[in-house]
């Protein structure tokens, strides 16, 4: 594999297209070496293969805001690669949203889902609808316009979407009612629902529970304890929200959140109600965090990220590319232990270089936030047995799950001198998986 030439070709047919650019480029970093141990690779063109979505479906989304006025927003399925089981990701809505940032997101689920020793491929959509400030009258036409196109392209057995950033729990259940009416069947082909038409439980607070999993097991590996740890986190969604449940019940203090308009920072620790009205803020619709502030009297620092926060334990838990090199720097010097990217790409390159440099634990998104596609699996495995499990039985499965995530990362990312590179691991033990399943099918 020629990494630059596959790199240049692919620029040169999806300029622009940067985030995608990017994910593609750090697992082909990471896969090169093993890449060319396995000629067969080569030869069947794995590499060229996987870095190309199966196929993309762009729609227009009209819908009809409250005042009467006709809004026309673009929907999107990024279907990646279904190698190893039906497509499956979230769909994102928010204003950032292109087919670069879909792009990324659909070809790190690939590696994600493989993780989870769950048969799932990896896909992605979303719109650059903005669920800010609409009302719920809005939020349920819009879902049922973008659905109007997309179930043509989805299944239960074809393509499985979920949420993601601005699709939570109401936009799945909207989504689902329009599917269920066009497709005449109640199935699993949508995961993220409520519990009363086949959602399960601890699907919420997966992502951030499965996240507080792996960073402790990183610590334990280490011979650390997550106890008495300051950690920082960024967001205040449903991601941050998991984490601090989490993180709070391992003994650690959660110190930061944060939204668009700056951080909080609550030196007694953000916990108990404090977690509780983190939902109360989300449903405000205003999408900041300085309430939190004047709430429970803890200090609101404007316009700026957590990362400068002294902390033993940061993470991501907001979007791309929110910890960038200079925050990498302010954290290591403040004696920062572990960052662990409950977000999707949390880290710039430059950001993970340094920290990698400075040998500080680094888990990266796919295997980090895996939980929370591992629970959406979870939850295709009781609707199509049509039963629900307890709350205790599906934790545990997932606990089961991030421990055989982590085990896969240290197999292939350990490094002569002991430190575990888990982006390496990562990306070396989900690629194995689906070149694998990709090389026994044939060219297809
Ligand atoms: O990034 C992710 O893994 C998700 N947004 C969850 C995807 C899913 O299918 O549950």
Same mark, same amino acid.
């Not at 057995?157 to 497709?183: F, N, Q, S, W």
């Given at each position: 594999?020629?990494?630059?030439?596959?790199?240049?070709?692919?620029?040169?047919?999806?300029?622009? $297209?940067?985030?995608?650019?990017?994910?593609?480029?750090?697992?082909?970093?990471?896969?090169?070496?093993?890449?060319?141990?396995?000629?067969?690779?080569?030869?069947?063109?794995?590499?060229?293969?996987?870095?190309?979505?199966?196929?993309?479906?762009?729609?227009?989304?009209?819908?009809?805001?409250?005042?009467?006025?006709?809004?026309?927003?673009?929907?999107?399925?990024?279907?990646?690669?279904?190698?190893?089981?039906?497509?499956?990701?979230?769909?994102?809505?928010?204003?950032?949203?292109?087919?670069?940032?879909?792009?990324?997101?659909?070809?790190?689920?690939?590696?994600?889902? /493989?993780?989870?020793?769950?048969?799932?491929?990896?896909?992605?959509?979303?719109?650059?609808?903005?669920?800010?400030?609409?009302?719920?009258?809005?939020?349920?036409?819009?879902?049922?316009?973008?659905?109007? $196109?997309?179930?043509?392209?989805?299944?239960?057995?074809?393509?499985?979407?979920?949420?993601?950033?601005?699709?939570?729990?109401?936009?799945?259940?909207?989504?689902?009612?329009?599917?269920?009416?066009?497709?005449?069947?109640?199935?699993?082909?949508?995961?993220?629902?409520?519990?009363?038409?086949?959602?399960?439980?601890?699907?919420?607070?997966?992502?951030?529970?499965?996240?507080?999993?792996?960073?402790?097991?990183?610590?334990?590996?280490?011979?650390?304890?997550?106890?008495?740890?300051?950690? /920082?986190?960024?967001?205040?969604?449903?991601?941050?929200?998991?984490?601090?449940?989490?993180? #709070?019940?391992?003994?650690?203090?959660?110190?930061?959140?944060?939204?668009?308009?700056?951080?909080?920072?609550?030196?007694?620790?953000?916990?108990?109600?404090?977690?509780?009205?983190?939902?109360?803020?989300?449903? #405000?619709?205003?999408?900041?965090?300085?309430?939190?502030?004047?709430?429970?009297?803890?200090?609101?620092?404007?316009?700026?990220?957590?990362?400068?926060?002294?902390?033993?334990?940061?993470?991501?838990? /907001? #979007?791309?590319?929110?910890?960038?090199?200079?925050?990498?720097? #302010?954290?290591?010097?403040?004696?920062?232990?572990?960052?662990? $990217?409950?977000?999707?790409?949390?880290?710039?390159?430059?950001?993970?270089?340094?920290?990698?440099?400075?040998?500080?634990?680094?888990?990266?998104?796919?295997?980090?936030?895996?939980?929370?596609?591992?629970?959406?699996?979870?939850?295709?495995?009781?609707?199509?047995?049509?039963?629900?499990?307890?709350?205790?039985?599906?934790?545990?499965?997932?606990?089961?799950?991030?421990?055989?995530?982590?085990?896969?990362?240290?197999?292939?990312?350990?490094?002569?001198?002991?430190?575990?590179?888990?982006?390496?691991?990562?990306?070396?033990?989900?690629?194995?998986?689906?070149?694998? /399943?990709?090389?026994?099918?044939?060219?297809?």
């Amino acid at each position: 594999m020629n990494i630059d030439n596959l790199m240049h070709s692919l620029e040169a047919r999806h300029p622009g $297209e940067h985030e995608y650019l990017q994910a593609v480029k750090e697992v082909l970093m990471t896969i090169e070496e093993v890449y060319n141990q396995h000629p067969e690779f080569e030869k069947a063109k794995i590499a060229e293969r996987l870095v190309e979505p199966d196929r993309i479906f762009t729609f227009k989304v009209p819908w009809v805001d409250d005042r009467g006025d006709v809004q026309v927003n673009l929907g999107y399925r990024v279907q990646f690669n279904n190698a190893i089981g039906p497509y499956k990701g979230g769909l994102r809505f928010h204003s950032s949203v292109n087919l670069s940032i879909l792009k990324f997101l659909g070809f790190e689920q690939i590696f994600k889902n /493989a993780l989870t020793t769950l048969p799932m491929g990896g896909g992605k959509g979303g719109s650059d609808f903005n669920p800010r400030g609409k009302s719920d009258a809005e939020v349920m036409r819009f879902c049922q316009a973008f659905m109007l $196109e997309l179930w043509r392209h989805i299944g239960p057995e074809t393509d499985v979407p979920a949420g993601d950033i601005g699709v939570g729990a109401r936009e799945v259940g909207y989504l689902y009612g329009m599917y269920r009416k066009l497709a005449r069947e109640n199935t699993g082909v949508l995961t993220g629902k409520n519990l009363e038409f086949g959602g399960s439980l601890i699907r919420p607070e997966a992502t951030g529970f499965g996240g507080l999993y792996f960073v402790n097991q990183m610590l334990e590996t280490a011979g650390l304890s997550i106890k008495g740890k300051t950690v /920082a986190i960024s967001g205040f969604g449903n991601v941050a929200w998991g984490a601090a449940l989490k993180a #709070t019940e391992l003994g650690a203090k959660v110190v930061t959140i944060s939204g668009p308009d700056g951080y909080i920072y609550d030196e007694n620790g953000i916990a108990g109600e404090k977690i509780d009205y983190m939902l109360e803020l989300r449903a #405000t619709c205003n999408d900041i965090v300085e309430p939190y502030a004047e709430q429970f009297g803890a200090v609101f620092v404007p316009g700026r990220r957590p990362w400068e926060v002294k902390v033993d334990i940061a993470l991501p838990c /907001a #979007t791309q590319n929110e910890l960038n090199e200079e925050d990498a720097r #302010t954290l290591i010097s403040n004696g920062v232990i572990c960052v662990g $990217e409950i977000s999707n790409m949390g880290c710039t390159p430059e950001a993970i270089d340094l920290l990698l440099h400075h040998k500080v634990m680094y888990g990266p998104g796919k295997a980090v936030n895996a939980g929370g596609v591992a629970t959406s699996g979870l939850e295709m495995t009781q609707n199509a047995m049509h039963i629900a499990w307890t709350a205790a039985e599906v934790d545990a499965k997932l606990q089961q799950i991030m421990s055989q995530i982590h085990d896969q990362c240290v197999r292939h990312g350990r490094e002569a001198d002991g430190y575990i590179n888990y982006m390496k691991g990562a990306n070396i033990a989900g690629f194995l998986k689906v070149a694998k /399943a990709m090389l026994a099918q044939g060219v297809v």
